[in-house]
């Protein structure tokens, strides 16, 4: 067993069942009617299961002529007194089979939709999560949570395991049953009922940490899976392969270390109530046998109570037998009410501004204000931060690796938020923007541009209801639509996952046009041509300039011989603005960027 899973147990926020019970309420709230009905139910299904046992003690008791006997069956003849019993003892079989269909289909659909219900708002609810959530989260674990944890919760509803209510409503009946019956019976079996009942919990609360701590290494086991399935090339060309399979088998016995340990606890509770039920049995018929001989019992009664006995600790069984999948369940909703209350970080503000949208009001100033910035904690990457980027301003950063230059960016799309300081876009606070505005006013293009499965019109528009005709334009304006067309299906042409079936440069162009076709007043380019051959980035560095003409630009480059002509390059080296300029200016002042770029211009010469 590795620390790992330990940790995150005890580092978990802890939730009672009873909250967490009431985490998944809401959810059954539409379901208010079939959910009622079920209810209703209980009610007939509980008295038929209850009835069932008085009615053989009361046959017994009727042919043996005791005392125990209702007055109203000694009162006619034996047999149409047994003939009322029979019947009525079919009344109550057939009542209990019908409504027990009737409930249990309306338990499972309704459980089913819940469930679906409760992936939808999870999936929403992480698109929702700040970048860093997933900076720290393994995208395998959050899959685990969506997928198997969900499935534990829908199985709860499908092996029918939510019948467990059914069964503390039957157990609670009989027991009222059997007290008014004979005392003294009854209170022989429910004395039997408390150890059980503390041996039972003590068997859950063990049984439900050692599930999460299962869930936690399937989560790790996934996490594992994905990141060798993600990194395949890698994997194989630094021939990985043997190396990771040992990392997975390790991972792998850590995992069925932890389902031993709830098949151990499972196996526990069953066997405990498998013997609990014959001792009480025997306990009726010691106590009973008693009672039978010093003639202060019939034999009716102690029939009854034999099959009270039975009745009782039948659903107790049955709780055996759904403990799995209710303890799974409950575990499930933990993990899933875990991820339910993660809270959104970046939101946005109760009152959003909006921007000027007047072409007149030269659009597109960006001001960072003594900005800090760290991923964790006190490291931070950004150190006060201050610059201001005119409108229609192009603007290059450039520094070594790792500077902080696409951390900038980030902090510019509100990707992250600033440790301190402020970010602020034509007059107004990021903060106070609402993200999909400031979205729509800063397009962004990346050196990896992600591609969804689909076709190739679908991943420029993403979502947004713009017509072909739009979508060519917006790929003629930046001299992409050429390319596209020579694609085996044109606009039509399926991209497989990821856009496995296109080179990383054309990968490049589509995010061009999905920039173009948004039109935003600031344009970032992160690395943004890097991917090109010279020919290709010949042809868009043309449709770049028509493009960033009258935008506000960010564009990182590391190739200088690239930027030369901004309107001004800014220095970053380690999180700090060092020099700012044109090429010539810093080339002039011999510092951090000159030497840069002699080393750069060497490097070509050489
Ligand atoms: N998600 C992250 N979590 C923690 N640290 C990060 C994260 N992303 C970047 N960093 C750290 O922040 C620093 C700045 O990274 P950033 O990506 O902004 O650099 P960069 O100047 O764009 O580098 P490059 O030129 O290599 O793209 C680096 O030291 C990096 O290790």
Known sequence: MTATPSANVSGRRQANDWQLFKSILPYA???????????????????????????????????????????????????????????????????????????????????????????????????????????????????????????????????????????????????????????????VLVLLLIPIAALILYFQYEYRRANYRAREELAELNATLQENMMGISVVQMFRRERFNSELFRQSNLNYVHEVDRTIFFDSAV?????????????????????????????????????????????????????????QAGLTAIERIYDLLSEPVEIRDAPETQTLSTDEADHLGEIQFQNVWFAYKDDD???????????????????????????????????????SQGRIIVDGVDVRNLSQSELRRHVGVILQNGFLFAGDVKSNIALGESYCLSQIQEAAERVNVDGFIRELPEGYDTQLRQRGTNLSAGQKQLLAFARASIRNPNILVLDEATANLDVGTEVVIQDALE????????????????????????????????????????????EGVYASLYRLQTLGVAG
């Not at 069956?73 to 009542?95: D, E, F, Q, R």
């Not at 659909?109 to 700040?130: C, E, M, N, P, Y």
């Not at 409108?391 to 902080?404: H, L, N, Q, W």
């Not at 001004?568 to 002039?588: A, D, F, N, P």
């Open 29 to 187: 709230s539409p379901y208010r009617n079939p959910v009622g009905l079920a209810a209703l139910l209980l009610i007939p299904l509980a008295l038929a299961g209850a009835l069932q046992p008085l009615l053989v003690g009361q046959a017994i008791s009727l042919l043996r002529g005791e005392d125990s006997a209702y007055d109203f069956l000694k009162a006619i003849p034996l047999g149409t007194g047994l003939n009322v019993l029979s019947g009525l003892l079919l009344v109550t079989v057939v009542t209990r089979f019908s409504l027990q269909a009737v409930q249990g289909f309306w338990v499972q659909k309704v459980g089913q939709q819940i469930t679906a219900d409760i992936r939808r708002d999870l999936f929403a609810h992480v698109l929702s999560l700040s970048v860093r959530f997933f900076d720290r989260t393994p995208v395998g674990k959050l899959i685990t949570r969506l997928t198997s944890d969900v499935e534990a919760l829908g199985n709860v509803f499908a092996t029918g395991a939510v019948g467990i209510i059914s069964d503390i409503f039957s157990i609670l009946v009989i027991v009222v049953t059997m007290f008014l019956t004979q005392w003294q019976l009854a209170l």
């Open 546 to 589: 028509k493009l960033l003409a009258q935008r506000t630009a960010i564009i990182i480059a590391h190739r200088l011989s690239t930027i030369r002509n901004v309107d001004r390059i800014l220095v970053l080296k380690q999180g700090e603005l060092v020099e700012q300029g044109t090429h010539r200016q810093l080339l002039q002042q």
């Open 270 to 326: 069953s066997a405990t109530l498998e013997w609990v039920a014959f001792a009480a049995i025997a306990g009726i018929l010691w106590f009973g046998g008693k009672g039978l001989l010093n003639e202060t019992l019939t034999l009716g009664t102690l029939s009854t109570f034999i099959l009270f006995a039975q009745r009782l600790f039948n659903p107790l069984q049955q709780l055996a037998e759904k403990f799995t999948s209710i």
């Open 380 to 418: 931070y990457v950004l150190r006060d931060l201050s610059f201001t980027l005119r409108p229609g301003e192009k603007v290059a950063i450039v520094g070594p690796t790792g500077a902080g230059k696409s951390s900038i960016i980030r902090l510019l799309c509100r990707l992250y938020e600033p």
